[in-house]
């Protein structure tokens, strides 16, 4: 397996991760599915810095996405926050949830990533080379710190994220999720 820049000729196999990733009310339901595309993978895709985990055929199953700047990201990103909004009430309020949360952490953390990897891809230090190419990226980039959210079922990736030196900021959903986060000017936050 091998970490590459994001080609845009692998859209459709990083959507399917994205969607593979996602909750099964995402698999099952369109308009949820919808949802997590437009909010988690494609903004991303067209306007972040995105790594992909390939094989040796060049088939992606796994990718590491950012947007640099909260501040900017939410400008550029507008026409799926329309999207998002055209869903419904449910994900205008999830999506309006999320934005406050970035606006109030943006000054010490104002990227924000995603990592999903195909379940027989995980293991074997493939999540650590995305998360590494990704973080170098930001650092080159001058990107001060990084936050993100994972739900307070998935231990394994909460244990992945402890392990690769992120730190816990806060607790959402009464329980059922956290941010994590890490200052790239000086390490751990």
Known sequence: MHVVPYSSKHVDELRSVC?????????????????????????????GVAYMLVDDGGVAHGYALACEDWGHWSVSTAAY???IEALGPEYRMRYAAEAA??????????AHL?????????GGGNGRKLMEALLARL???GVRGVV????????????FYE?????????????GGYTFCMSLAGGSA
């Not at 995603?114 to 995980?122: A, C, M, Q, S, Y």
């Not at 993100?148 to 244990?159: L, Q, T």
């Open 139 to 141: 650092r080159a980039d």
């Open 81 to 83: 926050r329309e999207k």
């Open 148 to 159: 993100f959210g994972v739900s307070a079922s998935n231990r394994r990736a909460i244990g």
């Open 19 to 47: 969607l593979a990733s996602a909750s099964e009310r995402a698999r099952a339901d369109e308009t949820h599915g919808a949802f997590t595309l437009a909010m988690y993978c494609d903004p991303y895709l067209e306007h």
């Open 163 to 175: 392990h690769m030196g992120f730190s816990k900021l806060s607790e959402y959903d009464e329980g």
């Open 101 to 110: 949360f970035y606006d109030s952490v943006r000054d010490r953390y104002p």
């Open 114 to 122: 995603h990592i999903d990897i195909e379940e027989p891809f995980t």
